[in-house]
Every structure is written in C-alpha cells, then in structure tokens.
C-alpha cells in the first residue's frame, strides 16, 4: 500500500483552500498527510486549516512571502509519503481519489501517477464563491502505463492549443497527480531541487519525465478545479499588463529570455521558456527540441485572444511576432473562427436547462449541474465516475 504526501501551496485564498481540505478531510484512504504550506500576504489561513486538520496534517508558514515556485518547494521539502502529490488551494480531490490511486499502483507501480481533471466554474465568484456549474464530460479507460519522453515530445512540438487535448494537459504535471518520493530525490540530485520558474508544475515536469521508469494515467478525473476569475492562468492569458507583471515579478529578464523573445502576451512562449529552461538543466540530448514553427502558430493564436486596452503594446507585441515569423520563415497564419472548448459549450448548455429537463438528466443517471460548492460536486462526480469504472 502507497503512502501518500499531499501538498497543499496556497496564498491569499482561504476560501478556496476550506473547499480544498474539505475535500482532504473526507478521504476515504486512510494512510496519507496533508502539507499546507501558507505563502499569505494579506489572508493567513491558520484558521481554514485547523478547521478540517486531521492526524498526520501540518501546518507551515513561510518567515516572508515567497515567490510561487519557492513554495512549492518549500512545501515538498516537508514531504514524508512514498508518493507526493501538489494539491493546490483552487482544486479538490474527489473522495475516492487516493484510493483509486492506490489501488491502481498496486496493480502497475510507476513513478509517476497521473489522474484527470474536470472544471468547476463558480456562478458568480465575488457574491457567492461556493455555488457553481459542472458536469462530467471526461471518456473514462483502464488505467494504463505511458511513455514520459513521447509526452515531453508532444509539449515541445505544440501541435494543438495548450490545453484542447485534456488527457495529454495533465500527463507528468505533479499538480494532477504524484510522483514517487524516489523519482523527486533523482531530480533534486540531477537538477538541484523539484520547482523554477516561472511555472512550476511545468519546470518539475521536463526532468520528471526524463529520469522516470514508467507512468501511470488511472484514466478518470480524481480532480475538480476551481475556474476562478483571480487565476494566473486566465489573468495571464487576456490581461497583457498582468501577463508582463507575471513574468517580471520572478525576474525582468525573462522577458528578452522568452523563445520567441519580448513577447510576454503569449501564453504558449511563456510556457516554451519554462519548458527550454528545465531542458537546460537535464542531461544533454535527454529532451526534444522546441518546434519554433508550431510555436509562431500558438502565439499568433495567443494574441487574437487577448483584451487589449492599449494600441500601442498592441502594436509592440504584433510587431515582435511578425518580426519573428519573418526571421524563421513561417507560412502564412489562416485563423480559424474562435471555438470554445467542446467541454464549455456542453457544461454551459446543460446548466441552463430548465428545471424540468435538468430532472431528466438525474433520472438517466447523469449529474445535476448545478452545485451549491465544489466540494458538492466532487463528491457527485466521484459516484458517477465509480460507476462507469465499475
């Protein structure tokens, strides 16, 4: 039986992080710790943690606020398990989730466990932040053991939009998953510690992958997040002053450092960095090349969705680009008509059904969209997924 260390890195969001140990507390697994390492500036969340803490559960709090990759680390430091899990403040584990974990490591030990993720979208984050919509749409499958060097290959080719193919998004990520505690002191030992920046569910992923033996994707969601409005990710990728404050916060020369250089309101070439820089410090000839190309394409792509509210970084960002795809000699961009996510468009559209439809739904076995908290959702969705792996 795996023993498991769950860390939690959280900052200012003590109500997102009660949804989270929530969702800890009501584990069925016994044999597992809680690390909450609480990076406050203005919201300590003591309080949230006592609330929910269990035997084994700690609570560590940084001397001063540090950068997000710090605490990661700082957390992972206090790690004991046989397996450690990152578990942030904005997702909450189904009920089952450690369990099903188990229980799947029994059957094919890895070093790196994988589990898929579903989106809770709050309705109205600021007046109420618990109730929200959600359904499942994940495909489940067996669990089955995948190649890390051919994931790590898919992220540096960029054939499609970060985050359009949901199983391969969150293959070798800690953040939607474990890694064995023997894989973390191999990365510590080739690279000097697990987290960099500037994302640090990225820059642990690159040398995971290269120094793991085999990885496990269970083939089901044991994961809910959180879509917050105050995500880095989302602020990142619409707001062009945030995205540029993200990066210079951990340090302003990254900004020039990027692949495809001074273009910080690419979502996909700020995450290039963070894939370039963990391949820097790996073996040599242990990770794939970027493909420059497919990368113009995604930025392109990255800055048609942007709100841009001043024309002349507009114009800057723009003319670094083309600058860019003239100098690699990139085709000409055909872009296609927005989309959004097949899995929006169908949690939008079940959520607003009439009432006497939405009835429908529960008297076919499926789920209700409609939750007062996340924590609620979860526990549903662990039910329904159970009994589609059953």
């Keep these: 039986m795996a023993r498991f260390s769950v860390v939690v890195p959280t900052r200012d969001r003590p109500d997102l992080l009660d949804f989270c140990l929530e969702s800890l507390a009501t584990q069925t697994f016994e044999d597992f710790e809680v690390i909450v390492c609480d990076n406050a500036v203005r919201l300590p969340a003591r309080e949230t943690f006592e609330r929910w803490a269990g035997p084994g559960w700690r609570y560590v709090k940084p001397k001063e606020p540090l950068a997000m990759h710090e605490n990661f680390e700082r957390a992972c430091v206090e790690a004991i398990g046989e ?59 067996a669990p089955a053991i995948y190649e890390p060097a051919k994931e790590l290959a898919k992220r540096f080719a960029n054939p499609s939009r970060r985050g359009e193919d949901p199983v391969h998004y969150v293959r070798g990520k800690i953040v939607f998953g474990a890694f064995a505690a023997a894989l973390i002191d191999r990365i510590r030992g080739a690279t000097g510690r697990i987290f960099y920046p500037l994302a640090p569910d990225y820059t642990s992923m690159v040398p995971a992958c290269v120094l793991a033996d085999h990885a496990l994707d269970i083939g089901r969601p044991l994961l809910l997040s959180y879509n917050s409005v105050r995500s880095n990710g989302r602020r990142q990728g619409v707001d062009p002053g945030y995205a540029r404050f993200f990066v210079e916060a951990v340090d302003p020369s990254i900004i020039d450092a990027l692949p495809i250089s001074g273009l910080y309101t690419s979502v996909h070439n700020v995450v290039a960095y963070d894939l370039v820089s963990a391949a820097a410090r790996c073996p040599p000839g242990s990770t794939p090349q970027l493909d420059l190309l497919n990368l113009l394409r995604r930025a392109r792509e990255d800055l048609g969705t942007v709100a841009w509210t001043d024309p002349a970084e507009k114009a800057v960002q723009y003319k670094i680009l083309e600058a860019a795809e003239a100098r690699h000699e990139a085709p000409p961009f055909a872009p296609e008509p927005p989309r959004r996510p097949a899995r929006t468009a169908l949690v939008e559209g079940i959520a607003g059904l009439p009432r006497v439809e939405r009835l429908a739904y529960r008297v076919a076995g499926r789920m209700n969209p409609n939750y007062a908290s996340p924590v609620e959702a979860a526990r549903a969705a662990d039910e329904y997924y159970s009994r589609k792996t059953a």
């Design 83 to 141: 397996y450690v899990a990152v578990v942030i403040d904005k997702t909450l584990l189904h009920p089952s989730a450690l369990e099903h974990a188990n229980r799947a490591l029994i059957d094919q030990p890895a070093e790196i466990v994988t589990w898929r993720n579903d989106g809770y979208n709050p309705l109205n984050e600021e007046q109420d932040v618990g109730r929200g919509r959600f359904h499942p749409v994940h495909q489940v499958a």
